[in-house]
């Protein structure tokens, strides 16, 4: 039987994300059938319940992973860090 392996990953909230969540980051182990942002979300929202009106409407979220702007499509790979913001205004 083959084990399912995962890889740390950070996830850091910024504004009202964060203000919600009531945390800045978090530290998951990312298991292996895990491969996109848009996966990832989906299983950490399945995982703990205080994710689940946060992350209701993941269209209106940015992700950065390892700094690189992405969407909900990219590859986790061997990522480090993702980072998840509302997007920025300006004025």
């Given at each position: 039987?083959?084990?399912?392996?995962?890889?740390?990953?950070?996830?850091?909230?910024?504004a009202w994300v964060r203000e919600r969540l009531g945390?800045?980051?978090d530290?998951?182990?990312c298991p292996e059938n895990v491969e996109t942002v848009g996966q990832l979300l989906e299983f950490?929202?399945?995982?703990?319940?205080?994710y689940e009106d946060v992350f209701a409407d993941i269209e209106k979220l940015r992700f950065a992973l390892d700094q690189d702007f992405v969407g909900l499509d990219?590859?986790?790979d061997t990522a480090k860090e993702l980072a998840i913001?509302?997007?920025?205004t300006g004025g």
């Open positions: 039987m083959t084990a399912i392996m995962s890889h740390q990953l950070k996830i850091v909230y910024f945390r800045d980051q530290n998951i182990d950490i929202r399945s995982e703990d319940v205080a990219a590859a986790i913001f509302p997007p920025v």
